[in-house]
């Protein structure tokens, strides 16, 4: 691709990202993305064969990002010695820690992306297809792992405590500000340091809580 023409693509995702990410799929139309990326319309479809394509593209584009840091850190762990096998804190630090450093690193660069995330990740329309596309190879392979570090967990209750995660993650991206409201100031619902911080005790004490009683699966 020329450059002047992968720069004005990197122009259209980077508005079609933030408008989405504001108002939603329903609420953004293709003349509104061009004219904040100072494109023609016409490019839209030159680079793009239909908004939904639109759409899709800017999700994927950070996704291979995000998933390349999450499975070099998944990787990391198991090449560890056999008689030091990964705990499940480490496994969820793995699985967490990289979406809340980036967005904690340069926020203006990726808060809208998060934010996107938790909204498809919350939409009964979008959020079975569009996060078993771009995330769902990448969980399975979290999720193997978490089958060793607990043997004997049942089935439905790793996927159960997996759907857990994925909504405290989620929640955390859309920094709706109501943990700032709650708390009186005390803790602000944009610092992702202090998410990463705690996150991974908090899920594995409820992966373990679950599971503990879990009876081996046939």
Sequence with gaps: MPRNAEATRGRIL??????????GFEGVTVRQIMSQAGA???LAYYHFKSKRDLFDAVLLRR???LNSLRLAALEGLEKRDSDDPPSIEEIIEAFTQPLLEVLDSDPEEWRDYMALVAQVNNS???GGALMTRFFDPLVKRFLDAL???L???REEDLFWSYHFLSGALTLTFAETGRLDNLSGGLCKSSDMAAASARMPQFVA???RAVC???EPSD
Excluded: I, M, N
């Design 151 to 153: 043997p004997g967990c």
């Design 63 to 65: 996704a291979q990002t």
């Design 205 to 207: 004490a409820g992966f």
């Design 40 to 42: 023609d319309v016409a």
């Design 124 to 126: 009964p329309e979008w």
């Design 147 to 149: 089958r060793v570090a």
């Design 14 to 23: 980077d508005a079609a990202e933030r408008l989405f990410a504001k108002r």
């Design 212 to 214: 503990q009683h879990s």
